[in-house]
């Protein structure tokens, strides 16, 4: 997720459909989802390493939800950002390793890319990176 504390979270609210009325209202906003991911782990009774959240100050290209992605049924939900359209309408698809592996590994190496950048940042149970 983006930094609440960055520059980039401040120029996605600008790329927003309904940008916020301020920059702390912004800031709560990530603070927020940081939070309500700590509950979740928690309520699961969900180690640290089992539920990762990172936090990085970019504006992604891409939105992507990975499952079983290391193995044969791993697949991949990918949305793009837009300018100022609600995300209902921003393109999106499904792949799936099996089907389509050349780009589903363009999008997976991707995602790892960020992850594993030195200015990727692990949020920690205080909920700061």
């Known amino acids: 997720m983006q930094d609440p504390e960055g520059q980039a979270v401040l120029d996605a609210n600008r ?8 920059p702390g209202s912004v800031r709560h906003q990530h603070r927020s989802g ?10 699961a009774d969900a180690t640290a390493d089992s539920l990762q959240l990172r936090a ?4 992604p290209p891409f939105t992507a939800y990975f499952f ?8 991949a939900y990918i949305w793009f950002w837009s300018w100022r359209q609600p995300s209902s309408w ?7 390793r ?6 589903y590994e363009r999008f997976r190496s991707q995602f790892q890319a960020m992850w594993d950048d030195d200015d990727t940042q692990e949020i920690t149970d205080g909920g700061q990176p």
């Open 15 to 22: 790329r927003s459909s309904t940008p916020k009325a301020s």
């Open 34 to 43: 940081i939070a309500t991911f700590h509950a979740i782990r928690s309520a």
């Open 98 to 103: 099996s089907s389509d592996p050349l780009w």
């Open 56 to 59: 990085y100050d970019i504006m």
């Open 90 to 96: 921003r393109p999106g698809f499904l792949l799936a």
């Open 68 to 75: 079983n992605h290391d193995d044969e049924t791993a697949h």
